[in-house]
């Protein structure tokens, strides 16, 4: 469903560049890369709105300095059924944990679909907060991610850093 209210966004300053963030003044729709096949640039038509997004910048100024492990931030993400199901899933992957796309589809009952679950991770409108980041090859290896595998690599080593000893 799309909603009729004007886009807003605002621009932050992180560790891995300035992001974009966009949604509708009550919920984040959009998290743009500043490079990588997820750059996205606010459109005309939006509003600048950075009051708007307070708390999205409190909790991604607190996960980037190791303090925050889980977000919580009222979300609306556009995209199919599937692809909402597979975004919901991978809020399920603990903080500093990776899972192959193979574990992913089986999560969600469906182990032939790595390949459709991977198509899904690659279009989450919501990266970092929804950690599609925490995804990688069955083999172990980094795969693809919207912000650049070296963002993908930074966002892993920071998590890894600031969990819990086993």
């Not at 708007?52 to 300095?65: N, P, S």
């Amino acid at each position: 469903m799309l909603t009729t209210a004007p886009q807003l966004f605002t621009y932050i300053e992180t560790a891995i560049g300035t992001l974009l963030l966009a949604g509708d003044g009550e919920a984040l729709s959009l998290i743009g890369f500043p490079s990588g096949k997820m750059q996205h640039r606010h459109k005309a038509e939006w509003q600048r709105a950075d009051a708007a997004f307070t708390e999205a910048r409190l909790q991604l100024d607190a996960y980037f300095g190791g303090e925050l492990k889980a977000f919580d931030l009222r979300l609306n993400p556009q995209g199919t059924e599937f692809q909402q199901e597979v975004w919901r899933a991978l809020q399920e992957i603990p903080y500093g944990e990776t899972w192959s796309y193979g574990e992913l589809a089986q999560l969600l009952g469906r182990p032939k679909a790595a390949r459709a679950v991977g198509a899904a991770n690659g279009a989450n409108p919501l990266p970092i907060i929804v950690p599609c980041h925490r995804v990688i090859g069955a083999s172990g290896k980094l795969t693809g991610f919207g912000g650049g595998i070296e963002t993908k690599q930074h966002l892993l080593d920071l998590e890894r850093r600031h969990s819990a000893p086993r």
